[in-house]
């Protein structure tokens, strides 16, 4: 099929704002974004620019604004979009270039949620026992891959800059809810400042945009919760 | 732009509502305080409610009280309520619901005797 691409392109060394450029291009119905990228990056524009890795939909590098929605181009099949594609970099990020984003101060904030296994006991001789019922309860956030489809779909991230964005508070919540960590205070504090948890305003575009389908609007109103009832 | 969907909508919806009533309280802070020069000043002002114009704003304006009230208990039940989140698309239909079945009515009742574009 016939498919048109119109790109958000922006060269920091030559544009003084981002423009769209079209590109026809032929694909077939079950090549997937990324694919039809790859073809305008190898053989009509070389100078495009886009991050992808695994291509496989788990290192979470090639997430961008397709038509209108934050989506890994890795995913997203060219026929299911349509013939006319818009592809965008994500929103609340500054672009470095074409639909290259700078991800740092989505990291920063990411670490400011010490995302790592808190324990302040000596370690057992065996391993740190958890049920399967307990390993339940934050199972769906243990699959955030970092992609920051979440974050740059939410309003108040795109309107503060401080505010720590859904991404972070998913994966406070994979530790915050671990029956083995003893690190929730220390999260909770980060959480609870006026750029946490309580800047999310139920919007739910970070619910649609995760492509691992993580109920990413249900795990911050659990961890709105917690702070809520367990003062 | 952002093709969010409807919590997207009820948000942008929340906001302007709010910021309209805000709008409003200025302009109810302002024609109050012409009590205070004079009853011919104030009467003068307030002449301008009459207007078809006015009535209709002044529909829209309960419009938006009770869009921003139904949508904020929506929101709070959201925070307080820990099924709320599963519920979404029921409290989403839920608000728009009650909204409507509130406001069209008070449409009926505010806009009835109105002389239109008098």
Sequence with gaps: ?231 | MYRGQSGMWLWVFHRLTGVGILAFLFLHVADTYLVGLGPEYYNELVFLYKLWVFRLAEWLLVGAVLYHAINGIRVVLMDFWESGVERHTQLVFGTLGLFLLLWLPAGIFMLKDVKWFA
């Excluded at chain 1, 989506?71 to 965008?88: Q, S």
């Excluded at chain 1, 990291?107 to 057992?124: A, H, M, Q, V």
């Design chain 1, 1 to 231: 099929m016939q498919v048109t691409l119109k790109i958000l392109r922006f060269d920091p060394e030559k544009d003084k704002k981002a423009h769209f450029k079209s590109y026809e291009i032929e694909a077939d119905p079950l090549d997937r974004i990324l694919d039809a990228l790859n073809t305008v990056k190898w053989y009509k524009d070389g100078t495009l620019t886009f991050r992808r890795s695994c291509a496989h939909g788990v290192c979470g590098s090639d997430a961008m604004r397709i038509n209108g929605r934050n989506r890994l181009a890795c995913k997203e099949l060219v026929g299911d979009i349509g013939k006319k594609i818009t592809i965008e970099p994500m929103l609340g990020f500054r672009i470095l270039k074409d639909l290259v984003v700078d991800m740092e101060p989505f990291f920063e904030k990411y670490r400011s949620i010490k995302p790592y296994l808190i324990n302040y006991e000596d370690p057992p001789a065996t391993e740190r026992f958890q049920s399967a019922e307990d390993r339940e309860i934050f199972d769906e956030t243990t699959k955030c891959i970092l992609c920051g489809a979440c974050s740059g779909s939410c309003p108040p991230f795109w309107s503060n800059s401080e505010f720590i964005g859904p991404a972070a508070i998913v994966n406070a919540h994979r530790f915050i809810f671990d029956s083995r960590d003893q690190g929730s205070d220390e999260r909770i504090a980060v959480l609870s400042q006026s750029e946490g948890v309580f800047r999310c305003r139920t919007v739910y575009n970070c619910t649609d945009a995760c492509p691992r389908e993580i109920p990413v609007t249900k795990a911050i109103e659990q961890i709105k919760r917690v702070m809520l009832y367990n003062r």
